[in-house]
């Protein structure tokens, strides 16, 4: 299976991160990263975090090392809850969106203070909640017009 390494945002990240793109049907089911580093730099309950293949785990990526995606999370109230899951148009359909949800997750369990991991999704984006559920995510408490709530059926105890 595919693996990733995930990097903090800086300035030589900086850029790249932000010309990353969705396909222009996909551009309801995510804010521009843009928007997310904004949020993440007010918010310090945020971590958006860059993704890119495992190969570069131990170096630093070189120009032969596109970045694929972008992922961010909230930590909040013993939640951990994915607010972001970007893999660029052109990365997309390789393993990189479920090999990123696998190393968040592996994350945030090792986190004495979660309790809970969710997301939300909107109603028609199907390919995603299709990568949730595969990954043990179930029906969560919180649905509203435009989408829905998931957790992971996991129990930290
Ligand atoms: C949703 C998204 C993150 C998935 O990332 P990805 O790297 O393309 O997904 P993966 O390659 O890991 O594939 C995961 C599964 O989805 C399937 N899949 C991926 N793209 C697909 C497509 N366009 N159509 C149908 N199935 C697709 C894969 O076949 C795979 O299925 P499998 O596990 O049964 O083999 C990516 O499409 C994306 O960034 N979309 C736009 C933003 C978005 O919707 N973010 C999620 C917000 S909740």
């Keep these: 299976m595919k693996k990733v390494t995930l990097r903090q945002i800086n300035k030589t990240n900086f850029s790249e991160c932000i010309k990353l ?5 996909q551009e309801n089911f995510v804010a521009p990263n843009l928007f997310s580093l904004a949020q993440a730099k007010a918010n310090p309950l945020l971590f958006p975090f860059v993704v ?8 630093e990526p070189t120009e032969n090392d596109p970045m694929v995606g972008f992922v961010m999370y909230q930590i909040m ?3 951990g809850f994915v607010t972001r899951l970007l893999i660029g148009e052109k990365f997309q359909n390789q393993g990189y969106g479920k090999a990123t949800m696998v ?17 939300s999704v909107a109603k028609e984006n199907k390919v995603a909640e299709k990568l949730y559920r595969d990954l ?13 709530y998931l957790k992971l059926n996991w129990d930290p105890k």
């Design 136 to 148: 043990g995510f179930i029906d969560g408490d919180k649905l509203d017009e435009r989408e829905f």
């Design 52 to 59: 890119y293949d495992d190969k570069i785990r131990g170096f």
């Design 103 to 119: 190393e968040v997750i592996r994350r945030l369990k090792m986190m004495p203070e979660i309790e809970y991991i969710g997301t």
């Design 77 to 79: 109230d013993g939640v």
């Design 21 to 25: 793109k969705v396909a222009p049907n």
